[in-house]
């Protein structure tokens, strides 16, 4: 008999635009979405909500390019993760590809208390399910 376990987690609600023409990007939320208004935007980029390419960003006049992506997080604010020692490749929803620095181990020897990849990618994972184990 399969022991099931019970999901918590809940998807993000990411938004993903394309930008069409050079602009501010303040003035390009503004015209894309249409129910915030300019507090609403700007209190959202404090709480770092808007993303440019892959880079988390905080500033209204950031420059956009025709052709920049700009995601938009709707429930909370994207995090920025930075693991010593280890460096991550690629993540979707069920693989995870890292790149680790050598000399650190992959899992622990006995009772060590050094860092390993895997304590580090758990950590990573159980941010967005804490259940996962």
């Not at 022991?3 to 938004?15: F, G, L, M, Y």
Request: glycine letters at 4%.
């Amino acid at each position: 008999m399969k022991k099931q376990v019970a999901s918590k987690s809940k998807k993000k609600r990411i938004s993903q635009f394309e930008v069409k023409e050079p602009s501010e990007l303040l003035l390009f939320l503004l015209t894309i979405i249409k129910d915030c208004n300019r507090s609403k935007i700007k209190s959202m980029l404090t709480h770092k909500q808007f993303m440019v390419g892959d880079k988390i960003t905080t500033k209204y006049n950031h420059p956009l390019k025709k052709g920049d992506i700009v995601k938009v997080s709707w429930d909370d604010g994207f995090r920025e993760l930075k693991y010593q020692g280890v460096k991550i490749v690629f993540e979707d929803e069920d693989i995870l590809v890292v790149d680790k620095m050598a000399g650190m181990l992959s899992i622990s020897a006995g009772k060590s208390k050094s860092p390993t990849v895997y304590k580090t990618m758990l950590h990573h994972v159980q941010l967005d399910n804490p259940i996962a184990a």
